[in-house]
């Protein structure tokens, strides 16, 4: 799991995505827990909820 600079963490169900935005680097998004299938992005940031960390 990424502990370094800022980052988003997503969790619901057993699901968690994690949203880091490391320094001078692209945005990177990691995926944890069950098997799960959203169409888009979008779909999965509105079936989870937000928490900043």
């Known amino acids: 799991m990424y502990d370094e600079g800022p980052h988003i963490v ?5 699901v968690c995505i994690v ?3 490391p320094d001078g680097d692209m945005p990177q998004i990691e995926y944890w827990g ?3 299938a959203f169409d ?5 940031l ?3 909820d937000m928490r900043a960390i």
Do not use: I, P, S
């Open 10 to 14: 997503l969790r619901r169900d057993g």
């Open 46 to 48: 509105r079936q989870l």
């Open 40 to 44: 888009t992005a979008g779909d999965a």
């Open 34 to 36: 069950r098997d799960f």
């Open 19 to 21: 949203a880091k935005t």
